[in-house]
Nanobody, 115 residues
Framework: QVHLVESGGGLVQAGGSLRLSCAAS????????MAWYRQAPGKQRELVAS???????NYANSVKGRFTISIDDAKSTVYLQIVNLKPEDTAVYYC?????????WGQGTQVTVSS
């Protein structure tokens, strides 16, 4: 079982930036498509960005131009750089595989954007 640990969230003002990190317990990030998901209060979890090592990244339309996903193979870590944060970005952010592995959901990291 692969453990995924998210970090880097916080409370920021609209227009601010954050970098989220997802550390994997195994080197699986080198061989598996990884993604960041988020779940806002009262809403379903949604995929916001995905990437395969050495491959291209894909983004949800709502975050294109503001979110950048990347992988550091040496650290087995997936990052999500977020700029120009909006109040509607407020959510718990999780990383997982594509498709997600139900046994690998971590605690997530809370991102709260104040207006």
């Amino acid at each position: 079982q692969v453990h995924l640990v998210e970090s880097g969230g916080g409370l920021v003002q609209a227009g601010g930036s954050l970098r989220l990190s997802c550390a994997a317990s195994l080197w699986i990030v080198r061989t598996t498509r990884m993604a960041w998901y988020r779940q806002a209060p009262g809403k379903q979890r949604e995929l916001v960005a995905s990437i395969a090592s050495g491959g291209s990244a894909n983004y949800a339309n709502s975050v294109k131009g503001r979110f950048t996903i990347s992988i550091d193979d040496a650290k087995s870590t997936v990052y999500l750089q977020i700029v120009n944060l909006k109040p509607e970005d407020t959510a718990v952010y999780y990383c997982n595989f594509v498709p997600p592995n139900n046994n690998s959901w971590g605690q997530g990291t809370q991102v709260t954007v104040s207006s």
